[in-house]
T-cell receptor, first 115, second 112 residues
Framework: EAGVAQSPRYKIIEKRQSVAFWCNPI?????LYWYQQILGQGPKLLIQ????????DSQLPKDRFSAERLKGVDSTLKIQPAKLEDSAVYLC?????????????FGQGTRLTVV | KNEVEQSPQNLTAQEGEFITINCSYS?????LHWLQQHPGGGIVSLFM???GKKKHGRLIATINIQEKHSSLHITASHPRDSAVYIC??????????????FGKGTKLSVKP
């Protein structure tokens, strides 16, 4: 079974530039998550999709971050404009359902460095 | 709000040692996850458990629901076990939300 695919693996940009990350979840997984993990901390949820609808985006900095999952399959996360504090690993995960006991599968992540 | 505490934050062991990582959480949960994160950033799910004990190879995870505590054990540790181990619990107990709250992780380094 193919896992969660993310690209790119690494990205270096200057502050105020924009950047986009892509995630393709495991086939058939209705729920997709984007997490931000700052060095030394656990991942923090940015946004959760159920199919193509947003379930939770309460921690997404909406002035600069946006995400979409138009066809309910793959998803993009965009930052515009980037700030130095956005340097982090951005992780995508997917699960079959929204239930609290449902196992989530994670991608390799995209390591963003803003200089 | 559920809080997740892990200990220790950092752990250095010699190859072959038995390792224990602890996780405590503050409210009721339906399941707890143990995850492994390698230096490249990718996260792998090791265990999801709601009671008792699970074993996979040299890894053992236990949970005590009454005490709100879980442990991850590694027997006969090996340098390739070096990684960050993260404990995570669901945001809402029994609810429809599936997203997780993560501990800060335990960085394990196993020396040959």
């Amino acid at each position: 079974e193919a896992g969660v695919a993310q690209s790119p693996r690494y990205k270096i940009i200057e502050k105020r530039q924009s950047v986009a990350f892509w995630c393709n979840p495991i086939s058939g997984h209705a729920t997709l998550y984007w997490y931000q993990q700052i060095l030394g901390q656990g991942p923090k949820l940015l946004i959760q999709f159920q199919n193509n609808g947003v379930v939770d985006d309460s921690q997404l900095p909406k002035d600069r971050f946006s995400a979409e999952r138009l066809k309910g399959v793959d998803s993009t996360l965009k930052i515009q404009p980037a700030k130095l504090e956005d340097s982090a690993v951005y992780l995508c995960a997917s699960s079959q359902a929204r239930g609290a006991g449902t196992e989530a599968f994670f991608g390799q992540g995209t390591r963003l460095t803003v200089v | 709000k559920n809080e997740v505490e892990q200990s220790p934050q950092n752990l250095t062991a010699q190859e072959g040692e038995f390792i224990t990582i602890n996780c405590s959480y503050s409210v009721g949960i339906s399941a707890l996850h143990w995850l492994q994160q390698h230096p490249g950033g990718g996260i792998v799910s090791l265990f999801m458990l709601s009671s008792g004990k699970k074993k996979h190879g040299r890894l053992i995870a236990t949970i005590n629901i009454q005490e709100k505590h879980s442990s991850l054990h590694i027997t006969a540790s090996h340098p390739r076990d070096s990684a960050v181990y993260i404990c995570a619990v669901p945001v809402n107990y029994g609810g429809s939300q599936g997203n997780l709250i993560f501990g800060k992780g335990t960085k394990l380094s196993v020396k040959p």
